[in-house]
C-alpha cells in the first residue's frame, strides 16, 4: 500500500511493523487466511467515519477571543 498526500512530502511507503487502524477499511478487505490478518494486496482506505469531536467544527481560538 502506498499513500500520496499532496499536502505530504512524498509517497508513504510501510515499512515492516507499521500498523494501519481496521477502522477504515472494509472487512472483505482482509485476508483472513493465515494466523496473522493481513490487507488484501492493493486495497485502500475507503471509511472515514470521524468521531464528532474530531471533526473540524470548532471555531478558530482568534474567533472566540473576538465574541
Known amino acids: 500500500m502506498k499513500r500520496l498526500d ?3 512530502a512524498g509517497i ?8 494501519l487502524c481496521s477502522r477504515h477499511f472494509k472487512k472483505t ?4 487466511s ?3 490478518i493481513k490487507l488484501k494486496p ?3 482506505p475507503s471509511i472515514f467515519d470521524s468521531p ?6 470548532r471555531k ?3 474567533e ?3 465574541e
Open 52 to 57: 464528532y469531536h474530531l471533526q473540524k467544527h
Open 64 to 66: 472566540q477571543e473576538e
Open 34 to 36: 493465515a494466523p496473522n
Open 60 to 62: 478558530r481560538k482568534q
Open 12 to 19: 508513504w511507503e510501510p515499512k515492516k511493523g507499521d500498523v
Open 29 to 32: 478487505d482482509f485476508d483472513r
Open 6 to 8: 499532496v499536502n505530504a
Open 42 to 44: 492493493g486495497v485502500i
